[in-house]
């Protein structure tokens, strides 16, 4: 049962070191404040990115995706000090490391 709980509280950090490069920088899910009216999903988050990377080329070379219809969000490869400008903008909400899961079995019995 220990192992399995240590096993548990790693997992996070794999997940961040193995998506890290090699200046450091991963990818994150920034969950952030719907636009407001009249302004466009993308800009608005492209906003957000640039006031806390100091530029709009630097968003733009940043963001991988933006998502609009589920969340209000993007990803963005990002280093530890970006990442820690992000998390400080006010329209911020979250921040998790993006990570890609792969399902372990098919095999569903009774559901269909």
Known sequence: MKLFTLVL????????MAGAGQDGAATYLVYVDPAPPGIACQAHQLGILAAAL???E???AAMVYNYKNVMSGFSARLTPS?????KKQPQVNRVMPSATLQLMSSNFEGVS
């Open 9 to 16: 509280a790693l997992l996070p950090l794999a997940v961040v």
């Open 54 to 56: 100091g530029g709009e």
């Open 58 to 60: 630097k968003a733009k």
């Open 82 to 86: 970006e990442l820690e400008a992000v």
